[in-house]
């Protein structure tokens, strides 16, 4: 398809830095590495991975990621400060290749009411950031924060001076989803005409979903000439989120008649990297939601089956296989070996070290002799659990519940905490999943509101296991805990602990404004 004439357009991933930014979808850093592994193996071109100076954590997770995950720019993002250009540079410079992502607000209303600068002090300090950033690396984006509110002569100016600073790309960000498809193109079409040193950068955008028109808005710019598009997997993000890298990156190969335009995505890897953030940040995604949703390539309709089954194509646009899309859910059982385990897992979008691979196949034996086939699902569900107990600073050690009709249940719980043990029984709750929660947090003494509880079967059969997820609200923040038993209230147990320990576990919060 992509032919000589083709431009490349550069994915830039932002599903670590934006996608994070989602209320409950916060990673810790096992997960990350996790995820980022997945992103080089989808051919994105750069990674952003996260805000350095945001948070402790932040400046670790961009570390490490910057150390060992090769193959891709790694990129960290900073206000125009000194300290978080040099928190992020700290955090990027062992990369392979680094970026320095810098951004200032410029439109009217965050000039007037946020950053309380003028038009000539805006300008200088963009100079300043971009300036500082080059000092440490050569590839250096900045965002006009806020740039399609912005009024065109001053975004103009913006984005001249930051060239002649030296920035590399200039990051074009409709930062509260308020832009349309015609406008988008537009903006990107005046910058080409009237800034004249255009050339020296390459052109991106950030388009965020609130009106559902992200990836319209992306493309329209991309076909007024922009080079590169910021994007999430499953379009995770601020709010309604950013735009989706799988519409974008399928609407431009499907679409190649139109756009000529190619990227460097292995499309193949994009139902397996969707699953993982999905799995990883706890954010499903929609039945019906465009090249990843369950339905996507499902055609009920009796008229379409008809003429799916004469030829394909009267019907499909994409061949689901182009996305990743496996037909068979391949059941292993108790005799599967080692090597089939480890090939399931590679096949899943899973990059396990031996030793995450040796207890997983521990807990693959486990999972076997209690139910004959052990799906996809089960897998993944096994690996998700490992990836997430990091820090776990209470631990179940045993509990017991009784409850029925009319009177309110007893619960004898006990938890581990390091070397100790910490017990209760208490008669409370309105139910025995209530009443075990109500135990942890006194145990633990971290009470929280629960604001979303689901229970699920990973697999099918009576002997599927059961997970749990739960998002709880602890000062202002939504921490989610996931789950797993073929016991559903030890299951919910597990997912209300998983939350408590990541709510001990995590930094305080980012605070500040991270909205690029
Ligand atoms: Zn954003």
Known sequence: MPTPDSRRIVIFDTTLRDGEQSPGASMNLNEKMEAAQALVKLGVDVLEAGFPIASPGDFEAVREIARNVRGTVICGLARCRNEDID??????????????????????????????????????????????????????????????????????????????????????????????????????????????????????????????????????????????????????????????????????????????????????????????????????????????????????????????????????????????????????????GRAALADRAKALGYNLNRQQLDILFQQFKVLADKKKEVYDGDLAALVEQQLQTTPERFALAAYEVTSGTGRAPEVYLRLRRGDEEVETRMSCGDGPVDAVFLAIEQLTGITVHCTDFRVHSVTVGKDAQGEVMVVVEYKGQLYRGRGMSTDSVEASAKAFLNAINRIAAMAPAPSGDQNA
Not at 289 to 295: D, E, F, T, Y
């Open 87 to 336: 928190a992020a540079w700290e955090a990027v410079k062992d990369a392979e290749r680094a970026r320095i992502h810098v951004f200032l607000a410029t439109s009217a209303i965050h000039r007037e009411f946020k950053l309380k600068m003028d038009k000539e002090e805006i300008i200088r300090r963009a100079v300043e950031g971009v300036r500082r950033a080059v000092g440490y690396c050569p590839d250096v984006e900045f965002s006009p924060e806020d740039a399609v509110r912005t009024e065109l002569d001053f975004l103009c100016r913006v984005v001249e001076a930051s060239i002649d600073a030296g920035a590399t790309t200039v990051n074009i960000p409709d930062t509260v989803g308020y832009a349309t498809p015609v406008q988008m193109g537009n903006v990107i079409r005046v910058l080409r005409q009237r800034v004249p040193n255009i050339d020296k950068a390459v052109i991106s955008v950030h388009c965020h979903n609130d009106l559902g028109l992200a990836v319209a808005n992306s493309l329209a710019a991309v076909e007024a000439g922009a080079g590169q598009v910021e994007c999430t997997i499953n379009g995770i993000g601020e709010r309604a989120g950013n735009c989706s890298l799988e519409e974008i990156v399928m609407a431009l190969r499907t679409r190649h008649d139109y756009f000529h335009c190619q990227t460097n995505i292995v499309t193949q890897r994009i139902v397996p990297a969707s699953r993982l953030i999905s799995s990883i940040t706890g954010i499903q995604v929609q039945r019906n939601k465009a090249i990843v949703g369950q339905n996507a390539f499902a055609h009920e309709a009796g008229i379409h089956q008809d003429g799916m089954l004469k030829e394909p194509r009267t019907y499909e646009i994409m061949r689901p296989e182009d996305v990743g899309l496996t037909q068979s859910d391949l059941v292993l059982g108790k005799h599967s």
